[in-house]
């Protein structure tokens, strides 16, 4: 087999071209490290939620799913104890007690 046959059945598969070095990834830094905009997040929908749900309060007594009102309250103090997480993992991030890739 001449050189020219070896170097047509190369592959040239994405994953081939990466473990031959050929491809190299982009670094991407991640948009948020200390998640607390996604917990806000998360807790503006559960305040949203409860809101509607407040609305249609007797319908959900009428059908016997008034416990649905909770749903968002639990999610909302948990909301509140994810964003005092977040708010003191940070907090030690940038003191530099914790590596950022711990976790």
Not at 1 to 15: F, L, N
Not at 45 to 66: H, P, S, T, Y
Not at 72 to 86: D, K, S
């Amino acid at each position: 087999m001449t050189e020219d046959q070896g170097a047509s059945k190369k592959r040239t598969d994405p994953t081939s071209q990466l473990a031959r070095g050929e491809l190299v990834h982009a670094e991407v830094k991640p948009l948020d490290l200390s998640g607390i905009p996604s917990v806000i997040t998360g807790i503006v929908a559960w305040v949203v939620a409860f809101v509607v749900l407040l609305i249609f309060r007797d319908q959900l007594k009428a059908d016997g799913l008034d416990w649905w009102i909770w749903v968002p309250v639990a999610g909302f103090g948990l909301g509140l104890i994810g964003l005092w997480y977040c708010k003191r993992r940070w907090a030690a991030i940038q003191a530099g007690h914790r590596p950022e890739t711990e976790d």
